[in-house]
């Protein structure tokens, strides 16, 4: 677990969104039914693309995009 704090102490956006990223990939390693192996795709890309950012909005809204991605698989 990365428990990486920003300088205001808070946890690092970045490395929670790079962490999502990280699990989404892995979950494509799994047998999933194609249309959900579609979704679990276009999550992962979005969560990859705020990973290291460290913007609170950017993070903030992939992650929010993210979850209304895997409730469609």
């Known amino acids: 677990m990365d428990d990486r704090k920003s300088q205001d102490g ?3 956006l970045g490395a929670l969104a790079d962490r999502l990223h990280d699990h989404l990939r892995a979950t494509a390693e799994r047998p999933v039914e194609r249309s ?3 979704w679990l795709g276009e999550a992962e890309a ?3 693309d705020a990973g290291g950012t460290g913007d609170r909005e950017r993070v903030a809204e992939a992650r929010a995009v993210v979850g ?3 409730a469609r698989c």
């Open 68 to 70: 209304r991605i895997v």
């Open 10 to 12: 808070d946890l690092d």
């Open 46 to 48: 979005v969560a990859g």
């Open 36 to 38: 959900a192996s579609r």
